[in-house]
């Protein structure tokens, strides 16, 4: 079983809509990361967490909310979808007590808006 | 502001030898990272540097220089399967993850 889970895999709306984009994960690691991925881009940080009680804004947070409803589950919503939110999004984790504090991915959102 | 540079696609033979450069301009150093990542999939984690010097992994070597801030990504005997975009990421003094936009690497037989 994937350590790192994403849902939907894939999902296609309409403008003005809200969705949400759940990551779960058996890893017991701390950090979940929310980022989205635009061709020609690099990797951009949305939001993230240190902890259940600890949420923080990425590079860009607007247009976007998150929820860490436990260690293992951090959901992305968007609380009113606009087409330049068309993109591939990745859930992350990694390990507060880990030597590297590396990032282990999900297998990703591709998330349309029409 | 915070920059990383890698070159937008490269080119090899299956069976040769590649390196992927990544140069970066960031505010403060606490790690380098590369991951692969094939069309439509997950980033997987390939290497990580954080003293200078290089890092070697089977097939795979990463080398670091933070006083130039440059990196590259060594691959050895090349196989099909490593066509896919390959990831420069480095981990700035607030502790987040600045990516590159990747290199995209295509293995001709």
């Known amino acids: 079983d994937a350590d790192v889970t994403q849902t939907p895999r894939n999902r296609i709306t309409k403008t003005g809509k809200r969705i949400m984009l759940e990551c779960s994960q058996t890893?017991?690691?701390?950090?979940m990361y929310w980022y989205r991925q635009d061709p020609g881009l690099g990797l951009r940080l949305i939001y993230y967490?240190?902890?259940?009680?600890?949420?923080n804004k990425g590079e860009i947070s607007d247009g976007y909310s998150v929820s860490r409803q436990a260690q293992a589950k951090f959901s992305l919503s968007l609380e009113s979808a606009i087409p330049n939110q068309t993109a591939l999004y990745f859930c992350?984790?990694?390990?507060?007590?880990?030597?590297?504090?590396?990032?282990?991915f999900g297998p990703g959102t591709r998330l349309t808006v029409l | 502001g915070q920059n990383i540079d890698q070159p937008t696609e490269m080119t090899a033979t299956e069976g040769a030898i590649v390196q992927i450069n990544c140069t970066y301009q960031?505010?403060?150093?606490?790690?380098l990272f590369w991951y692969q990542q094939h069309a439509g999939e997950a980033p997987t984690f390939l290497s990580y540097n954080v003293l200078d010097g290089l890092e070697e992994k089977g097939r795979f070597s990463s080398f670091l220089s933070r006083s130039k801030g440059y990196s590259y990504l060594l691959l050895k005997e090349l196989q099909m399967k490593d066509s896919a975009s390959y990831l420069c990421a480095v981990r700035d003094s607030n502790y987040q993850l600045i990516w590159g936009a990747g290199t995209k690497l295509i293995i001709k037989p």
């Open positions: 992350a984790t990694s390990d507060l007590g880990g030597d590297t504090d590396t990032q282990y």
């Open positions: 967490s240190f902890d259940v009680k600890d949420i």
């Open positions: 960031t505010s403060g150093f606490n790690g």
């Open positions: 890893k017991g690691h701390d950090r």
